[in-house]
């Protein structure tokens, strides 16, 4: 009533959605997303606010080099699936989907050049279901369209299979993929 801006800083997240007129979500040491209340509660667009609003259970990885260690990559995620209780079949899956995409990205877009990926595997208990959140910044590249005539995309058909939606979006020259399984 008198005009005055009020910030508070809480974790009850129903009282926050109640009363904000703007929400500001802080992780990786600033603001990371910020919004509407209705945005950031039902429509949050980066992964770890996702994670927050939907307590989903994530693993976050980069990958800064092509020499990255797939093998320690394979071991983490299936800690983290143990961890989660996800079956011996859908960790099978990530790890494929993970490997086939990854692989593809990194010899497409980063032949020459220090590779800048960020993955991050969410789990949600409610509806057993995993995704998997690839960015990376490079020209425009969709990794799953699939050229029958490469014998390299082959991978790609079990990619298809395996995952029940897929998206790839580019803007300002960030590839953003997001894979349900």
Do not use: W
Not at 53 to 74: C, E, G, P
């Amino acid at each position: 009533k008198l005009g005055l801006t009020m910030v508070i800083v809480t974790h009850e997240m129903q009282f926050a959605r109640e009363i904000a007129g703007r929400i500001f979500y802080m992780d990786d040491h600033g603001i990371y997303e910020e919004g509407s209340p209705d945005e950031i509660f039902l429509h949050p667009k980066r992964p770890r606010t996702k994670s927050f609003i939907q307590k989903l259970k994530t693993l976050n990885f980069r990958i800064q080099s092509h020499q990255f260690d797939m093998v320690a990559m394979n071991a983490e995620i299936e800690t983290f699936c143990e961890r989660c209780g996800i079956s011996l079949a859908k960790v099978n899956h990530i790890e494929l989907v993970l490997e086939e995409l990854l692989v593809r990205i990194l010899n497409r877009c980063y032949s020459g050049g220090k590779p800048e990926i960020e993955c991050h595997i969410g789990f949600s208990d409610e509806r057993d279901a995993v995704s998997i959140h690839l960015t990376f910044r490079a020209h425009k590249f969709d990794p799953l369209v699939y050229d029958p005539e490469d014998l390299e995309d082959l991978g790609l058909l079990l990619v298809d299979r395996i995952t029940e939606e897929k998206q790839h979006q580019f803007t300002d020259g960030m590839n953003d993929l997001l894979l349900r399984l």
